[in-house]
T-cell receptor, first 112, second 108 residues
Framework: DGGITQSPKYLFRKEGQNVTLSCEQN?????MYWYRQDPGQGLRLIYY???????QKGDIAEGYSVSREKKESFPLTVTSAQKNPTAFYLC???????????FGPGTRLLVL | KNEVEQSPQNLTAQEGEFITINCSYS?????LHWLQQHPGGGIVSLFM???GKKKHGRLIATINIQEKHSSLHITASHPRDSAVYIC??????????FGTGTRLTIIP
């Protein structure tokens, strides 16, 4: 079955720690995206990648980093520089940039 | 800067009722998206449209480009339609701008 997966479902971060959220898709999509969702707010774009080995900052990239070494994978690292990381993180992909996006199930990040 | 507003924020209805959720945006767009977010957090894309109307099952999405307004309708609503419905729009190659969502609850 084709789809997009995220792991883990829940993630706990200690102060000063970097954590990495996984996002994998087997839909052969060129574009991938990372969003953050906070209560009462719309989805906000962190980073996006239109093609493998290329990515661009979104609206709230500070304190985050990504890589796109493989077409199928777009991991997001939440660094210690992100002072308020508690949120629901959603990964998405689309066949091309700005086409219909397919979302993963999300990862909920909590700070201990 | 594009802004997307949805109304109502919350909507409760009885099973079988006809549902309308509204979305307004502030600048010209290339496409308008409707998404459904289930209670567990997963998001499904329902429609992507740039003009006219699209229908899928009991869901209908319409857009009025001149008025910068889109509506999502649900006919014969069912408790399984209970979810948060999100609209988003973009112009050209700019990123999507998302509304804050409409929480729909259908009571049996």
């Amino acid at each position: 079955d084709g789809g997009i997966t995220q792991s883990p479902k829940y993630l706990f971060r200690k102060e000063g720690q970097n954590v990495t959220l996984s996002c994998e898709q087997n839909l052969n999509h060129d574009a991938m995206y990372w969003y953050r969702q906070d209560p009462g707010q719309g989805l906000r774009l962190i980073y996006y990648s239109q093609i493998v080995n290329d990515f661009q900052k979104g609206d709230i990239a500070e304190g985050y980093s990504v890589s796109r070494e493989k077409k199928e994978s777009f991991p997001l690292t939440v660094t210690s520089a992100q002072k308020n990381p508690t949120a629901f993180y959603l990964c998405a992909s689309s066949i091309q940039y700005q086409e219909t996006q397919y979302f993963g199930p999300g990862t909920r990040l909590l700070v201990l | 800067k594009n802004e997307v507003e949805q109304s109502p924020q919350n909507l409760t209805a009885q099973e079988g009722e006809f549902i309308t959720i509204n979305c307004s945006y502030s600048v010209g767009i290339s496409a308008l998206h409707w998404l459904q977010q289930h209670p567990g957090g997963g998001i499904v894309s329902l429609f992507m449209l740039s003009s006219g109307k699209k229908k899928h099952g009991r869901l209908i999405a319409t857009i009025n480009i001149q008025e910068k307004h889109s509506s999502l309708h649900i006919t014969a609503s069912h408790p399984r339609d209970s979810a948060v419905y999100i609209c988003a729009s973009n112009f050209g190659n700019e990123k999507l701008t998302f509304g804050t969502g409409t929480r729909l609850t259908i009571i049996p």
